[in-house]
């Protein structure tokens, strides 16, 4: 009888260490989980803010799906400017501009038009990700846009390209995400990601770095 007992203390003991070691544990790698995921997701919405200015510069609003953004990027070309030579100390201290560089061939600034994707994100870029959530490929960003009149009467088109905790932490421990998700709701900020907005303006900038 002594030794079942001493068996069960035994398990007893290691069950408990074990509940112990997860309950530190789990909202340690739920933390580890959720920065590593949301490095790559912001640095997608970066790349979908680059790429609506662009269109916007362009067309003079953003782009209200991805599809029509994805054939801007893969499509239209932008001016890119080549430099080539630099004015040295001597010519900056005699008085020499740039244009007077380039007018006497010192330098060179010629103007050439290269893809949009290109000039915007990086040559080579798979646009065909750029609506994608890393990770979760299954999924893309929601893309919306509207247009907002500020205070002082102009009309600005704005736009908005986000993701849930659902989508991107939904896989990883449910009372830890319920938590999350409850705090964000009292400080009334987006539960997820979010880059620009479609109910303010708010200059393209992204839920990170507001707070």
């Given at each position: 009888?002594?030794?079942v007992l001493r068996i069960l203390l035994v398990a007893a003991i290691v069950v408990l260490v074990y509940m112990c070691v997860q309950s530190i544990m789990t909202p340690i790698n739920f933390e580890k989980q959720q920065k590593?995921?949301?490095k790559a997701i912001v640095e997608r919405l970066v790349n979908i803010r680059d790429a609506q200015i662009g269109f916007k510069n362009v067309h003079g609003l953003y782009a209200g799906n991805f599809d029509e953004l994805q054939k801007f990027l893969n499509e239209e070309k932008l001016p890119f400017l080549i430099k080539e030579g630099e004015l040295t100390d001597d010519q900056l201290r005699d008085g020499m501009t740039e244009q007077e560089a380039v007018k006497k061939g010192i330098i060179r600034r010629d103007t050439t038009w290269v893809l949009a994707k290109d000039t915007l994100l990086s040559p080579g870029y798979d646009v065909s990700l750029i609506s994608k959530v890393p990770g979760f490929e299954n999924y893309i960003f929601s893309l919306d846009t509207a247009t907002i009149t500020s205070s002082s009467g102009y009309t600005v088109p704005v736009f908005e390209a986000a993701?849930?905790?659902?989508?991107?932490?939904?896989?990883?421990?449910?009372q830890l995400l319920y938590n999350l998700k409850d705090k964000m709701t009292k400080l009334n900020r987006y539960l997820?990601?979010?880059v620009g907005s479609i109910t303010e303006i708010n200059n393209n900038a992204g839920n990170w770095e507001q707070f």
């Open positions: 009888m002594k030794v590593s995921r949301e993701v849930s905790y659902d989508i991107y932490l939904g896989d990883l421990d449910a997820g990601l979010r």
